[in-house]
């Protein structure tokens, strides 16, 4: 079964607009980490954003914010104030267990900023 | 700055080749990874190490072997190279404990 899953395969935004890539996960474990990585066209994998699954607070970082709904199994990456550069393809990864290092990726969303 | 290199951005081989991607940390790191990365499916795990001389099958290992006889180096070895093992190949590496992962800028591997 897929682990996560992400249901968009691409997205336009207006820039100076909001968006929301959505992350579903399965896992049987209590203790998991929720990632999400950002790949620009040249390729290099970047780390935007992590939340770990007994973190009571949704994790933000700048313009970055994960709306973690754990019940739901459900990990949304909201970007605000999109800007050019943010257009990229964006995965959603898990990790499961405290002690297994190994990440299961979804598929990605490419998104697309237009001015 | 601290990274994870991998030899080559781009590489042609032909079909029947044996294929060595390599991958360097300079982190430290325990835990390496091999990835492979196909439009509409994401990422995928193809070997993973946790420790030197040790090796893991992820979910994609056919067709694929690995070498980690130094803690900085993680080699993915193609045994004899396919079509359909064309793709953009990923190392990535983390420490225990921590959450955070570097990934190298990646090799396009094209096996004509």
């Known amino acids: 079964a897929q682990k996560i899953t992400q249901t968009q395969p691409g997205m336009f935004v207006q820039e100076k607009e909001a968006v929301t890539l959505d992350c579903t996960y399965d896992?049987?474990?209590?203790?998991?980490?929720l990632f999400w990585y950002k790949q620009p066209s040249s390729g290099e994998m970047i780390f935007l954003i992590y939340?770990?699954?007994?973190?009571?607070q949704n994790a933000t970082e700048g313009r970055y914010s994960l709306n973690f709904q754990k019940a739901r199994k459900s990990a949304n990456l909201v970007i605000s104030a999109s800007q050019l550069g943010d257009s990229a393809m964006y995965f959603c990864a898990m990790r499961e267990g405290p002690y297994d290092y190994k990440l299961s990726f979804g598929a990605g969303t490419t998104v697309t900023v237009r001015a | 700055d601290v990274k994870v290199t991998q030899s080559s951005r781009y590489l042609v081989k032909r079909t029947g080749e044996k294929v060595f991607l390599e991958c360097v940390q300079d982190m430290d790191h325990e835990n390496m990874f091999w990835y492979r990365q196909d439009p509409g499916l994401g990422l995928r795990l193809i070997y993973f190490?946790?420790?030197?001389?040790?090796?893991e099958k992820g979910d994609i290992p056919e067709g694929y072997s690995v070498s980690r006889e130094k803690k900085e180096r993680f080699s993915l070895i193609l045994e004899s190279a396919s079509t359909n093992q064309t793709s953009m190949y990923l190392c990535?590496?983390?420490?225990?404990?921590?959450?955070?992962?570097?990934f190298g800028s990646g090799t396009r591997l094209t096996v004509v």
């Open positions: 896992t049987s474990d209590q203790s998991y980490g």
């Open positions: 939340q770990g699954s007994y973190d009571e």
């Open positions: 990535a590496s983390t420490s225990q404990g921590a959450y955070g992962y570097t």
């Open positions: 190490s946790y420790d030197v001389k040790m090796k």
